[in-house]
């Protein structure tokens, strides 16, 4: 303790540091390090980040070890089967959950941004047929800087509640549109009559030739998704797009960043990779086979849904994605679908099996998301841009919190450089 403040000593050689320990409302203490190398002239080391806080926020927190994900407090169990997406963006955006005339306005302003500038529809056909539908959504929505001039400048207040907007709004219409030109079918316009959710399901399914019946099961499914997606603290691709902000970008620009990060199947695209892996694994028979390549340490494969950074026990989302999965597919009298009874096998092995025990290795959020997805009626392609759509709003939030930090700066890592010290050039006739 110095001055009352809770410190933590360092000794470096026959210097000793004492440096400022932080105390959360929840998780670990963190150990200050900004004038490490000022005053230790030293760099802490720490690849993948496993040990280190970025940031401060007050919007997600993770309890890995109870398998608990609240925002902003709310338990994401009881958001799922409480509220709905919409409302969980606002409880983002602004930190409290609104009054029903705060709801309606917000719903009606996002509503009301659905639509996208008809000249946007020339990204996508500049696109091959066969473009991954993540390719066309961080070509289209980084090119929509090119398009909302008036809501680019992140030091307006006004301009960035505009970009938030456009945001939300506009994915749905993106994703929906990247799926019609991939299957080459027409783009379905968002209407206004429908809910957030509702426009997603209507836009990727209707067609021209028939009116298009809305299934309020397949609805509140879509919303649910959409809700276990939102938010997830200092994630991968959030991560990106706060370091993209940090040097300026405009919002578009850090999105489309996002977007390209989430791709990754380590991360966003693992519910792809997860169902691809069950339709390689084909019958429960075939489980240890792919159990004993999970463990193998010579075989990359590894269980496509399973583990986490942060997550020690259950992934919440996991828990509602599996007993929503069961009522979806059961409710669309698809409850044999093999995909999930191979799921549910293999979730099982895994669990009992000492190797995921001793590592903690749980189903994620993306190992039953998929099976919904597909019964849903979505190819693999289009797992991940749900996951961005839905993620856009943790994006949205955490860059807002950002920009709104008198401590934001830019980020600028520095490293633990194991290359070759200063030598001379050699021309080439001596080499
Ligand atoms: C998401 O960060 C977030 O919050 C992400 C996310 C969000 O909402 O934003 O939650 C969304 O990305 C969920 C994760 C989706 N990815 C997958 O399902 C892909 C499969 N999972 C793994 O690739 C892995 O578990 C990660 C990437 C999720 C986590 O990797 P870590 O934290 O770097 O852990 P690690 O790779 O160091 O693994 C620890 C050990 C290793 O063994 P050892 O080297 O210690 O012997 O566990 C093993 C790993 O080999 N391991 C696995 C495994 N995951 C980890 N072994 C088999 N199958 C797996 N899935």
């Known amino acids: 303790m ?15 540091l004492e440096l400022p320990v932080h105390s959360p409302t929840a998780g670990p203490d963190v150990i200050d390090i900004r004038r490490l190398y000022a005053d230790g002239g030293v760099f802490t080391y720490d690849p993948g980040f496993t040990s280190t806080a970025s940031c401060d926020s007050t919007i997600t927190f993770i309890d890995g070890g109870k398998g608990e994900l609240l925002h902003r407090g709310y338990p994401i169990d009881q958001l799922a089967e409480k509220s709905h997406y919409l409302e969980v963006c ?47 959504m961080v070509g289209v929505v980084g090119a929509m800087s090119a398009f909302y001039h008036d809501s680019t400048d992140i030091a307006d207040a006004r301009q960035r509640e505009i970009a938030t907007h456009r945001l939300i709004a506009k994915m749905p219409t993106i994703a929906a549109w990247a799926y019609k030109y991939h299957i080459g079918q027409p783009f379905v316009y968002p209407r206004n009559d429908c809910s957030y959710a509702g426009n997603f399901l209507r836009m990727c399914f ?58 990754g199947p380590a991360h966003g695209g693992a519910n792809q990779a997860c169902l691809e892996m ?102 693999t392609s289009m797992f991940t841009p749900i996951f961005a759509v839905s993620r ?11 920009i709104a930090d008198p401590q934001n700066k830019i980020g600028r890592p520095r490293q633990l450089y194991l290359g070759e010290t200063v030598r001379d050039y050699v021309d080439i006739e001596d080499r």
């Open 206 to 263: 209707a067609v021209p030739a028939e009116d298009y019946v809305l299934d309020p099961i397949l609805e509140r499914a879509m919303d649910r998704i959409f809700t276990l997606h939102a938010d997830h603290e200092q994630n991968a691709s959030t991560s990106t797009v706060r370091l993209a902000s940090s040097s300026g970008a405009n919002p578009f620009a850090c999105i489309a960043a996002g977007i390209a990060c989430l791709w």
């Open 278 to 379: 069950l339709e390689e694994i084909g019958s429960v028979d075939r489980i240890p086979e792919f159990i004993a390549r999970a463990k193998d340490k010579n075989d990359p494969f590894r269980l496509m849904g399973f583990g986490h950074r942060v997550y020690k026990n259950f992934d919440p989302r996991a828990k509602v994605m599996k007993q929503s999965a069961d009522e979806v597919l059961e409710l669309l009298g698809v409850e044999n679908n093999p995909k999930l009874q191979v799921a549910k096998a293999l979730e099982k092995a895994a669990l009992e099996d000492p190797y995921f025990a001793e590592k903690k290795l749980f189903p994620n959020v993306d190992f039953y998301s998929g099976i919904i997805l597909e019964a849903m009626g979505f190819p």
């Open 90 to 136: 606002y409880l983002l955006l602004y930190g409290y959950l609104p009054s029903a005339e705060q709801l309606e306005t917000f719903e009606n302003t996002i509503t009301r941004h659905t639509m996208l500038h008809e000249q946007m529809q020339n990204f996508f056909r500049g696109f091959r047929r066969d473009a991954h539908p993540m390719a066309i």
């Open 2 to 16: 110095k001055d009352g403040i809770k410190t933590a000593t360092l000794t470096i050689g026959d210097k000793s």
């Open 392 to 402: 856009t709003v943790g994006w949205i939030s955490q860059w807002k919190e950002m």
